[in-house]
């Protein structure tokens, strides 16, 4: 059972450019969650989503950033005009259901993140 | 604001020995905490767990405590190994509907020397 992808694993862009990040979730997970950790920080919440439904984008900067997860296909991560303080891991995490109870088994599952380098 | 703290960045401890990371909460809406270890290179993967209810969760060599009164809960790792060398990150989220949301502090690097 393959965990969760995310692709590219490094991805580097100049200042204006675009980045897309994607996540493809573990397999029979309709949960997905991106988070970003900044040099010397921890991971930090951005949305929520589930297929077709931002449930949650609090998380997120108003602008140039945007997330989908399409009925078909990975969860993507767009963020347009990038600069340098964008640079960071960006992590994806997937998990069953909505989160109840204490079985580890509804807890998020992580990829293996996305470096972001803006030069 | 830094609603989960982990004040130590690093610790070092001697293989067989017990490793003792430790974490601090300021929220008290929190009811449910977990602890993540990360290789370099990877996603964080998820350790162990512990709801407010408990004040002691076990699995094998790594205990959880929980000390709700002083907000503050601590991972044990007994015996320590060198494949244990990684960084943890302690990790919250609160009940209700943004139960999905959570808190991490900044996380704590551990070396196991052999």
């Known amino acids: 059972n393959a965990g969760v992808m995310q692709n590219p694993r490094h991805l580097v862009r100049r200042r204006g450019q675009e980045a897309r990040l994607r996540c493809s979730p573990m397999?029979?997970?309709?949960?997905v969650y991106w988070y970003r950790q900044l040099p010397e920080e921890g991971l930090k919440f951005m949305v929520y989503?589930?297929?077709?439904?931002?449930?949650?984008e609090s998380g997120m900067p108003k602008e140039r950033f945007s997330a989908e997860f399409p009925k078909e296909g990975p969860s993507i991560l767009r963020i347009q005009q990038v600069v340098r303080g964008d640079s960071a891991a960006y992590f994806c995490?997937?998990?069953?259901?909505?989160?109840?109870?204490?079985?580890?088994?509804?807890?998020?599952?992580f990829g293996p993140g996305t470096r972001l380098t803006v030069l | 604001d830094q609603q989960v703290k982990q004040n130590s960045p690093s610790l070092s401890v001697q293989e067989g020995r017990i490793s003792i990371l430790n974490c601090d909460y300021t929220?008290?809406?929190?009811?449910?905490f977990l602890w993540y270890k990360k290789y370099p290179a990877e996603g964080p993967t998820f350790l162990i767990s512990?709801?407010?209810?408990?004040d002691k969760n076990e699995d094998g060599r790594f205990t959880v405590f929980l000390n709700k009164s002083a907000k503050h809960l601590s991972l044990h790792i007994v015996p320590s190994q060198p494949g244990d060398s990684a960084v943890y990150f302690c990790?919250?989220?609160?009940?209700?509907?943004?139960?999905?949301?959570?808190?991490f502090g900044k996380g704590t690097l551990l070396t196991v020397n052999p």
């Open positions: 995490a997937s998990s069953p259901r909505s989160l109840q109870g204490e079985s580890s088994y509804n807890e998020q599952f």
């Open positions: 397999k029979g997970h309709s949960h």
């Open positions: 989503l589930q297929k077709e439904n931002i449930i949650d």
């Open positions: 929220n008290s809406m929190f009811d449910y």
């Open positions: 512990i709801s407010s209810i408990k």
């Open positions: 990790a919250a989220r609160g009940s209700g509907g943004s139960n999905y949301k959570l808190t």
